[in-house]
């Protein structure tokens, strides 16, 4: 078969693989579909941990093609999505629950073999039915879907909140949707691009603000009167980061769900956040979150109908990735099985 194999960084090759057997309790699922994300991006940089030589690709669905001896709770010709994050266990972590900060984690896609590829060995643990009818075109969306579902849990939106959202790509724009289902009644999303904010817009932002247009700050405070009851860092940059702690209000929740690169730092004054009183909270990957996405985007509470998507069959995933990196389109999306 076919497959995106990263070696080292800047060597993301299309190479020919042989699959080898199944173990009892694996399952051989054919990809379908398969998202590139800003992390596929950064790992291929050498920017982002990961164990190479590995297939890239932790966001994809696809088909059984064949389960192992021991498998009992999957078919073959069912439609799946996979998890690729998985747990000891059995570490400090694990045993209290909190399985993504297991000290062993390992991901498909990242340290064992992903969806790049036509085909994908999976642990059954990790695979997902998908209800009839499921929407193709949303399944690479559901593992980001599980991530930002984890951030607005914690989040902890108040019905009634006013919510910043700063940014909106991909996850700005599905947060922008949790967010209002969670209760807000006002949504504020900041973010340059015209392109996104109408889709923001669409998508039911009471307020969508150009940052290069305006001092953000003022405007948020004429809306809200005291600064946001929470805001949610969806960009991953130092500068956006450090504006969140001055759009909350006193007693405010700022949440960092974008990933600031590895060293990046901003000065914080310790008296604002003591003054202001703010909670600041992370929100790192998806623990026990991906039967929840796969429902929320199954019912329509979260909509991907309006992102513009661009497919790529798997020879083009280094452009695939160059329209990720660049942002020429919200998802670029990897069909192996298209040639
Ligand atoms: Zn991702
Ligand atoms: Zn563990």
């Known amino acids: 078969m076919k497959a995106a194999v990263f070696e080292k960084p800047n060597h993301l090759l299309i190479v020919q693989r042989s699959l080898r057997t199944l173990r009892a309790d694996e399952v051989l ?7 590139v994300c800003g992390t596929d991006v950064h790992i291929v940089k050498g920017e982002s941990r990961s164990t190479p030589p590995v297939i890239l690709g932790h966001e994809y669905s696809g088909t059984i093609e064949d389960v192992g001896s021991a498998v009992k709770d999957f078919l073959q010709g069912q439609q799946v999505a996979v998890d690729p994050n998985i747990c000891c266990g059995t570490c400090y972590f694990c045993r209290r629950g909190e399985v993504h900060l297991c000290s062993n984690l390992r991901a498909l ?24 009818h499921f929407p193709m075109n949303a399944s690479a969306f ?6 930002v579902l984890h951030g607005i849990d914690r989040a902890k939106i108040k019905v009634g909140d006013s919510v910043v959202i700063l940014g909106s790509g991909t996850i700005g724009l599905m947060m922008l949707q949790l967010v209002r289902s969670a209760g ?11 392109q996104k904010r ?17 001092n953000v700050q003022d405007v948020v405070m004429d809306i809200s009167g005291v600064g946001a009851d929470v805001v949610i860092e969806c960009v991953g940059k130092t500068s956006t980061s450090q504006s969140a702690l001055h759009l909350a209000r006193r007693g405010g929740t700022v949440e960092f769900f974008g990933v600031c690169p590895i060293d990046k730092t901003f000065p914080i004054e310790p008296n604002q956040v003591y003054f202001k009183e703010l909670t600041i909270v992370g929100s790192y990957v998806n623990p026990l979150t991906f039967d929840r996405a ?37 998802k670029s999306i990897i069909e192996p099985q298209t040639v």
């Not at 699922?29 to 998202?35: I, Y």
């Not at 807000?184 to 015209?194: D, K, L, N, Q, R």
């Open 29 to 35: 699922v054919r990809v379908v579909s398969c998202g």
């Open 109 to 132: 896609g990242v340290d064992i073999d992903g969806g790049m590829a036509e085909f994908c060995i999976v642990p059954e643990q990790q695979l997902y039915r998908l209800p009839e």
């Open 142 to 147: 559901i593992e980001p879907v599980s991530c």
């Open 184 to 194: 807000a009644s006002v949504t504020i999303v900041v973010e340059p691009s015209e």
């Open 198 to 214: 109408m889709i923001a817009q669409k998508l039911g932002a009471s307020y969508v603000l150009n940052p290069n247009e305006m």
């Open 294 to 330: 796969i429902k929320a985007l199954a019912s329509g509470i979260i909509k991907v109908d309006d992102f513009p998507i661009k497919r790529f069959p798997l020879e083009n995933v280094h452009e695939a990735l160059r329209y990720q990196e660049e942002g020429l389109t919200i």
